[in-house]
Nanobody, 124 residues
Framework: VQLVESGGGLVQSGGSLRLSCAAS????????IGWFRQLPGREREAVSA????????YYTDSAKGRFTISADTPKGTVYLQMNNLKPEDTADYYC??????????????????WGQGTQVTVSS
């Protein structure tokens, strides 16, 4: 599995960014794909995910109402539309895949595959 993120950058508070994750080699059976982020000196934290089985979605509380995850399955790409960004959203954002969503319920240790990350900086 290869995951390549893009779309990070510098944006002012209240602005928007769309992150993309181009995925290849995904499992043929069920998987969950989504995003984690890591602030300096902090552990990676779950942000959002989408299931390959039924397209059900997960959002951490801080992302609800501001972020939207979507998948273009034919293109093998997952997007994270981030609106009304805040300085506390500043982090490295990583695309991730696991087999059953455990990573987004229990933590980054359950992630099977990681992308290289893309940096998001929100200025106040």
């Amino acid at each position: 599995v290869q995951l390549v993120e893009s779309g990070g950058g510098l944006v002012q508070s209240g602005g928007s960014l769309r992150l993309s994750c181009a995925a290849s080699g995904l499992p043929s059976d069920a998987y969950v794909i989504g995003w984690f982020r890591q602030l300096p000196g902090r552990e990676r934290e779950a942000v959002s995910a989408i299931s390959s089985v039924d397209s059900s979605t997960y959002y951490t509380d801080s992302a609800k109402g501001r972020f939207t995850i979507s998948a273009d399955t034919p293109k093998g790409t997952v997007y994270l539309q981030m609106n009304n960004l805040k300085p506390e959203d500043t982090a490295d954002y990583y695309c991730a895949v696991d087999h059953n969503g455990a990573a987004w319920r229990h933590g980054w240790g359950y992630v099977a595959y990681w992308g290289q990350g893309t940096q998001v900086t929100v200025s106040s």
